[in-house]
């Protein structure tokens, strides 16, 4: 049974038109004018746009003593009401150090309850033959990036020599490094110095991390995938001090990505010196949220392509889990919401105030990601062939953003009382809507697929190539100049 | 009849696959897998691309005292063969100084000519009313864009309040302002003291021209058009300090864009210290070729999104015109041949060393342009609906340019030894057959057409609202605070 | 007779120690321990600094079809007040548009009323080879520094080409360019626009005069001193765009000083929009307060090097002058106080927040200048042989500012409220007690002189000597290789 | 017995001028015209400047394996030769740790040797409560600086959290923290990579070290200076990385310095690729030799003022030592000369050239150095009370350098076959005429000093008092707003 969507403007990262949509079964196969079809989806007055991919969450993580409350069914029932229909979590390894079996534990939660497609992220927390082998197993699972965390010391921490060593092995398996940059031994000496002059407070979480640390672990980790030869992707950039160093790089011919997330580019410090402690627990997340002149380099640098990717690093714990750290900061779990609100504030305040042309607002919520991870034109596109994830979005739907009528886990809400002036009439994943505005839509847990994720994107082959092309020479040296030694 | 090029490697701007490209009349319908159709190209081993646009040229353009030797057949015709398939060439307006002459004094030169589409950039070279009206004029007739000389004094060259004159002009028309950025005031006296200190020679003429006066103008152009409120395309950027000057711009979010072109990329200014004055002269461009420290910069520029177009800026005087300024290095005609080698020499330069993935290339060659002109995906794409400008592009076809193996009307050739690695097998205007390699193909002047461009890109339009709602408030006062005056 | 200054801490450019200050007639004849004189000037808890002097005042000068209000007399005295023994003026050219005849009109005025010494800097706002003539005079005259005017269009402002031709002739006779930066073409197009757009009032001043017309006018005159093979000296740098073109040259070992006013380092652009009419236009003055980001910027330069010197454009009008512009904010006469307060604000929000060491505070109040304008050590030292203009810095006494409590002729003070914590306990001109704190001084005008500056600082004897070694060379050809021309 | 530098110009980093020096024992007395004394010494035509500081030695250092072979006596003499008198040597904690105990060592090794005075840096090569307390005790010993390694992996090198530890401390102390910048785990790696495959020269030391590994180190190390709130210290600043890393901590107000090398500023990377294997082993130092482009930013920051100090990393292996290393590079002994040839080379390249003036060629070779480690105008200085460290430096006198007419130990000369333009006539310390050109001037071991520093430069106060006003605040709650826990 074919479905059309009919009336719309569609926008792709490189273009809008008018035109109608074309679904058989789960995929797009046209996209064109008067197009017919057994059943219609309305997208008069509205957007058609490839559904959002969120490629940083963490769903049920077992974190910092307890496990993230948004599990896989509400967090991706949750993106499908905002728009987005494709997550890309964080596998992280479990006790016996296995990638292999992380992965399988990891499909074996989100299997029987996410309602759209998933992805992982593969981290890397420490180094052995054992994980330099199963690195290669991950990418036959379809996992083709790897995550290093900088901070965190004492937990997922990983050393510069760990990171080196992890990314030749990225570069030779295709496969795309990504790091938390923030450095991790400052931020423990810090932490340690403010709960030692009495600063045990959500405020201290902020001074505790400040963004010269941010700058500093994205030059590091720049600097090794450069020695490595590879691309980086940098996840949740929230300074100028990290976006510097990306534009740095990449205005070197680097191959550098940088995401910063929907709330670093509309939250601010002040957040963490509001004097209700709940308040301010809740907002806790490393990085932390920053002063607002942050703001204007991150939207700056999606107008100029030198950040590619809006992401959220959804990690939700409830009112109760943050409370574990009302003695001392460094115990409140880190994490916050934004996987329904993504599309929708990014879109408020972004397109509506003509910083981002709807264009760049797809890239940012689903070409580019695609892209770069090497699924696209599967998700992230709308054209013949494509997977039919799709939103009907539509630019006169306005909401107050609110913990009452949003359909996260949560208790609470980061962006509770912003306005935002669009949402999804429709969210279609593969070819189904599983969401539709006004209606009484419901999760429906099990449907959605984990996507595999091929290796060796273009840009890490023309990089490889490249490097490998610029590799060092030996000198030739007549044995008459060479010294017999001593 | 239709036509299926068949077997090759569809590459655009966003992607690379397998696929066949169906050709009904002038227009692409269908790109996929096992297509029919009454005849076949054969694409196997082949990459299948958008034909490149090449948005600057000069053709049989009076300038200097003589007249650019390159007629709308010959340029066509060698951008043909070399894989382009549109060229946009400035315009500049007659003795009458109507814009509307002009445009209509270009289509009598080109139309019986060209071997392939062509537009125009209308350049404004000075200010009154009737340009203001006209430029109007010029939209409605499909010019949407304004070139703006900031060097050639006395002559092109205007001045900053022009230009801010014309720049809001072209946000009112939603036209996108270009300059040729050089300080024409340094320029002049630069001639004239080196002419004064007994410099004649071609080398004299780099010297008359540094970078710094380049990221001067350009950086003064960007102010303009910042205060102004528009976008603004920045042509022939030929060295680090314009694209400085660009990358701060767009660093702060504003919409610039940058045109490196082929020869800044691959050549460098040694060339004007040849010991043979013919050989020194025959690369007098403005501005001049640069030391080679700019290239890294400009195929960074290219990584990076810094830049996004290479052009030629193909302006050819024969030797015998070189030699007007054999006395007198300011006499010698600016300009240089590219139309023809530029995909080959990039391919080369860039593909195959890996400093640009496939995609890339056809960005700087053909879509990024055809986005920023406002006519993708009509051209730059390929992709159902789009014009059939094609070209199947081998990559096993090598050749040493030479003068004696070109298309082009010129006696001698810039790139000349320059050994390419690949070619263009087959071109493909409008879904004709107009150039393929090792047959007899021959030029068809008059096939080509004029292809109007509409104004109000999506940059133009998201950047004036963004301006428009951060435009400047007045303070209100209580009459009370405000004195009688005096 | 003989003065010793007793028990202070003296502070130089380059160091601190406790030492005694002998003085015999005008002169330091002796920095040590214990020394012995016929009179002693106490010293005891107090710094010992050398007095300040103020590059950039505009006594009594005819601007905007009024006079600034402040005479030399009262300029000087003020200035004795808050500490500073030397201004350096802004001499105008007068209807016939003569050098010698402007510089003695500003000896005719300033001689017989300046309580302290005085120097001026000689404005070119055009040219001519009466100009060109002319500055050789006003070197022989003691005057080695001129001004340029890129704003103030159809009044002082001059154009790239006379610039060029200025700072050629600056550099033969081994004097200084200097600039007012702001681009005057597109400021008169902005003042233009918000007056069209009905935008009157004062806050409009600082929207016709964006931060961008700055930076680029900054970058355009470093373009041109490059050229020219010449230092610049950059008067009123308000923002981090023009420190960011002056950081930029410097970089590349440009020889350019950059001049923040005390002003611009500590008040900001929310003065204009203040409700009362009055107190908004007193600030109104070019460039304009900038918002608060702009100040870490100059605060980092002076702390950096990057920004040498701390200013006050000193250009008093009363309210009753400000109110000329009631209806139209271009009319409202551009100047703002600061001669009396430039030491103490600098001290209070420099020194004792532990931005600045006292060493950096005397070198941005007094000796940078004296080196850059080559009067060191005669002026801005304690040494042996220096004019024994000196200051006893008492960091105990406190102040508020206000109109009511300064020294100033002006009738209200835009520093007013602004809690000092250092003033001068006692100001020496050449030898004599000028101004004792809590005594009775009194004016005495005409006590002051003209202190002549020579030319040929080191810094533009060692930039002319290396662009001399690089500049362009001639290719030797072959006659064989050079063409017959036509 | 008193001496008089008698009709010379007097160069200071504040100016120049003709006038006498009255030396008295070891110290000035008095500098001025026409000043009588027991014995004259020549300065005529010839300047007469702070005998140069070299603050960056390794006379006698083990290291890889051996010691280096310039030894207290020679070091010092071949230092007096060229016109430098003072040393400040790396002191290593030996086999037991202990600060206290090496400093002793170094002591009694330099005590009887040196002929001129000398000064040490600590190093910190590990993290204890012994080198915490120890710390103390060297600033009690005259040792206010301390260096840190971040290369040197399993030998000197420290990890993040204890530079941080080490940089607090160093604040408490008023003590200045210094770093070797290059990241320790990629050079290792580098290095191990290199071997295996196969590449053993001297050109792969090049290759292990590159310039992003210093950059990354020099950006980490600012980033720990800022979170500690202490100034800190570059040594042998080699490239643009780290000089950018630098200024861009600057343009913030941060308090880096930096020194390049006078090697870096002259000689080029492409020695190492040298077909005679000794002549590259010869330049195998840490970090490496640079190509030429990187020579442009290091002058430039001496010009602009964003490097300060020009230093010689002086650690002399003879070619024995170095062809330990035949058979695997990182088996040469790291290190280079320069100890006598540091001031010819830099005034010929600097100041003969214009690149700097006369002051800016003392500042970079004694005063600055003397300001940033506290000796200050003690060393350093040509005042009254200062220290009798003279050059009378001679711009006629040229040479050709070569290991046949150099004072060093060494058995060949990095610079050989360099023409320097100028050198000392006369090298005084405190009084005494320890080297005259063209006479027989020996040695005298044991006659030099070591010169304690204090602690707590002015710089280091004020940014101590800065970052104390700017430290973490903690928001008050009403316990109302405080959830229980739980
Ligand atoms: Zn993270
Ligand atoms: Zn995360
Ligand atoms: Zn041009
Ligand atoms: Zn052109
Ligand atoms: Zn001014
Ligand atoms: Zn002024
Ligand atoms: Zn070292
Ligand atoms: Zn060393």
Redesign the interface.
């Known amino acids: 049974m074919s479905k059309v969507i009919k009336g719309g403007t569609v926008v792709t990262?490189?273009?809008?038109w008018k035109a109608d949509v074309l679904i058989e079964g789960e995929t797009i196969t046209q996209?064109?004018a008067d197009l017919k079809g057994d059943e219609y989806i309305d997208a008069e007055g509205a957007y058609v746009i490839p559904g959002g991919i969120d490629p940083h969450t963490h769903l049920e993580m077992p974190f910092m003593g307890t496990t993230a409350a948004e599990t896989f069914e509400t967090g991706t029932w949750a993106a499908a009401a905002g728009g987005t229909t494709m997550l890309i979590d964080f596998c992280l390894p479990g006790e016996d150090g296995s990638i292999k079996n992380a992965i399988n534990e990891w499909h074996r939660k989100s299997a029987p309850q996410i309602c759209a497609d998933i992805g992982y992220h593969m981290a890397i927390t420490g180094w052995n033959e054992n994980i330099f082998d199963e690195m290669k197993v991950a990418v036959d699972m379809g996992v083709n990036s790897f995550k290093h965390f900088m901070a965190y010391k004492g937990a997922l921490m990983v050393?510069?020599?760990e990171m080196?060593?992890s990314f030749q092995r990225c570069r030779e398996l295709g496969a795309l490094p990504m790091v938390h940059a923030e450095?991790g031994?400052?931020v423990?000496?810090?932490q340690k110095k403010?709960l030692a002059?009495?600063?045990t407070?959500p405020?201290?979480h902020a001074?505790s991390r400040?963004p010269?640390?941010e700058?500093?672990a994205a030059?590091?980790a720049i600097?090794?995938a450069?020695?490595a030869g590879t691309p980086l992707y940098i996840v949740h950039v929230s300074c100028e001090q990290s976006h510097?160093a990306i534009?740095?790089a990449?205005?070197?011919?680097m191959?550098i990505y940088g995401e910063p997330l929907i709330q670093f580019l509309t939250l601010d410090e002040s957040e963490?010196?509001?004097?209700?402690?709940?308040h301010?627990a809740r907002r806790v997340m490393s990085p932390p949220f920053r002063n607002k002149?942050h703001q204007?380099?991150l939207?700056?640098?999606l107008?100029?392509?030198?950040l590619q990717v809006v992401a959220t690093d959804h990690a939700a714990f409830s009112?109760?889990q943050k409370?574990?750290g009302?003695?001392d900061f460094t115990k409140i779990p880190n994490g916050s919401n934004g996987v329904e609100e993504r599309l929708a504030v990014l879109w408020t305040e972004g397109?509506e105030?003509?910083?981002?042309?709807?264009?760049?607002f797809v890239a940012a919520t689903s070409?580019n990601v695609a892209?770069i991870l090497n699924i696209?034109?599967k998700k992230g596109?709308i054209?013949?062939?494509a997977d039919a994830d799709i939103v009907v979005w539509d630019p006169k739907i306005t909401k107050t953003i609110s913990a009452s009528n949003h359909h996260s886990i949560l208790d609470y809400n980061v962006f509770d009382g912003f306005e935002v002036k669009a949402q999804s009439r429709y969210t279609l994943s593969r070819g189904e809507v599983i969401w539709a505005w006004g209606q009484n839509s419901q999760p429906q847990p099990g449907r959605g697929r984990f996507v595999p994720r091929p290796p060796f994107s273009?840009?890490a082959?023309?990089?490889?190539?490249?490097?490998?092309?610029n590799s060092?020479r030996?000198?030739t040296?007549?044995p008459m100049?060479?010294?017999?030694?001593?």
């Not at 963490?272 to 709940?278: G, H, L, P, R, T």
């Not at 107008?303 to 030198?306: C, E, L, M, N, V």
């Not at 100049?481 to 001593?486: D, H, K, L, S, Y």
């Open positions: 990262a490189d273009r809008e996209v064109g050393e510069d020599d080196f060593a450095n031994d400052l423990d000496l810090m403010l002059d009495g600063m407070g405020e201290a001074y400040p010269e640390f700058g500093e030059n590091r600097t090794i450069d020695a510097e534009r740095r990449r205005q070197k011919g191959r963490y010196f509001n004097k209700d402690w709940d301010a002149d204007a380099s939207w700056a640098g107008q100029s392509g030198s009112t109760e409370r574990l009302v003695d397109v105030t003509g910083r981002l042309t709807p264009s760049e070409s892209k696209y034109p596109a054209v013949e062939g273009s840009a082959k023309a990089l490889s190539h490249w490097k490998a092309l060092p030996s000198i040296r007549d100049n060479i010294p017999a030694g001593i």
